[in-house]
């Protein structure tokens, strides 16, 4: 089995910082990306940052220059420092962990429980 779960999730004023973890813990034989999407009320669940195995990161134009992503493979855990906060991205933020369970197994996609982000103005 796998487990997700995410964490440091809060409540902020408006420009505030938060940092979440999200850490995939389990039968894992390899990990392929990992990624953060946010979930605002009344909208779609959005992708809001993403980092290849390697160095590679992309994020969405809304959140640049404000918002990090990083990850401890050795850890399996993936972190989101965000910054300057806006009330518009109150919303629950989800991990999403694309892995193998075993060498033979195909890709499948893993998400966490959620982790709950207020920002008031």
């Known amino acids: ?3 997700v779960a995410e964490s440091g999730g809060g ?3 408006f420009g505030g910082s938060l940092r979440l973890s999200c ?3 389990g039968n894992i034989f390899s990990i392929h ?4 999407y946010c979930h605002a009320p009344g909208k779609q669940r959005e992708l809001v ?3 290849a195995t390697g160095v590679g990161t992309h994020y969405a ?3 640049k220059g404000r918002i990090t992503i990083s990850r401890d493979n050795s850890n399996n855990e993936v972190y989101l420092q965000m ?3 806006k009330p518009e991205e109150t919303g629950v933020y989800y991990c999403r962990v694309p892995l193998r369970r075993t060498a033979t197994m195909p890709i499948q996609q893993y998400w966490g429980q959620g982790t709950q982000v207020t920002v008031s103005s």
């Not at 990306?33 to 953060?36: Q, R």
């Open 33 to 36: 990306g990992m990624d953060w």
């Open 11 to 13: 409540s902020v004023q």
């Open 61 to 63: 134009d809304s959140v």
């Open 23 to 25: 850490a995939a813990s």
């Open 49 to 51: 940052a993403s980092i």
């Open 1 to 3: 089995q796998v487990q």
């Open 83 to 85: 910054n300057s906060l």
